[in-house]
């Protein structure tokens, strides 16, 4: 495809449940981001992959939440035992691999999961 | 830490009207800012990137400015149209390479 994608585009999960959240980027694109929009907020970053390496996690909220790139491409953002707090659009993003120069370090964002826990 | 803040937080304009939303962020040492327009229930659409080494980029009615020193971007809406109702949101990049710090975001609503 010629976008970033994310699957499912709708999760509905009761408390306690674990998820799994998908996201395909752009083919080639070396970089790869997850963001968590709350309702009426801007997104905020959650962790960030360079090939297959997890070089930044620190905005993840708890050790519930995990990520996974293992073949630098496909990733998967899991998180154990919803709680309500969680409820939010999860955003993936993609960029190709860093220019010092020009626009080639801009962000694909895919549509989103959007996740509600009951 | 990176802050931004985008005021308004909301905007009500009638059509045909010239329209300003502002960015404002704490640490001036960025690499690049690029605004984002965003429909409900949607992903992010890339609407324009400035490098940090640049002032502004224009695209069709859309003009964004950055002043870096200041630590301030705006984005200029020129002829604003009801298909421009959307939330519009900033973001910087401290790091090449690395994740974008996004402000709150402004709700725009262009009415007929």
């Known amino acids: 495809g010629a976008g970033v994608s994310q699957s499912p585009r709708y999760k509905v999960a009761k408390r306690g449940q674990d998820v799994a959240l998908r996201c395909d980027p752009i083919s080639g694109h070396v970089s790869l981001f997850w963001y968590q929009q709350a309702l009426g907020q801007g997104p905020e970053f959650l962790t960030y992959f360079q090939n297959e390496a997890q070089l930044d996690k620190s905005g993840l909220p708890s050790d519930r939440f995990f990520a996974e790139r293992p073949e630098g491409s496909v990733s998967t953002l899991k998180i154990q035992r919803t709680q309500q707090e969680d409820s939010a659009v999860y955003l993936c993003?993609?960029?190709?691999?860093?220019?010092?120069?020009?626009?080639?370090?801009?962000?694909?964002f895919g549509p989103g999961t959007r996740l509600t826990v009951l | 830490k990176q802050e931004v803040t985008q005021i308004p937080a909301a905007l009500s304009v009638p059509e045909g009207e010239n329209l300003v939303l502002n960015c404002s962020f704490t640490d001036s040492a960025i690499y690049n800012l690029q605004w984002f327009r965003q429909d409900p229930g949607k992903g992010l659409t890339s609407l324009l990137l400035i490098q940090s080494s640049q002032r502004e980029q224009t695209s069709g009615r859309l003009n964004a400015s950055l002043d870096k020193s200041s630590g301030r971007s705006t984005l200029y809406i020129a002829a604003s149209q009801p298909g421009d109702s959307a939330t519009y949101l900033c973001a910087v990049h401290n790091n090449a390479g690395n994740m974008l710090t996004f402000g709150g975001g402004t709700r725009l609503m262009v009415k007929p």
């Open positions: 993003a993609s960029s190709p691999p860093f220019q010092p120069l020009g626009s080639y370090n801009e962000q694909f």
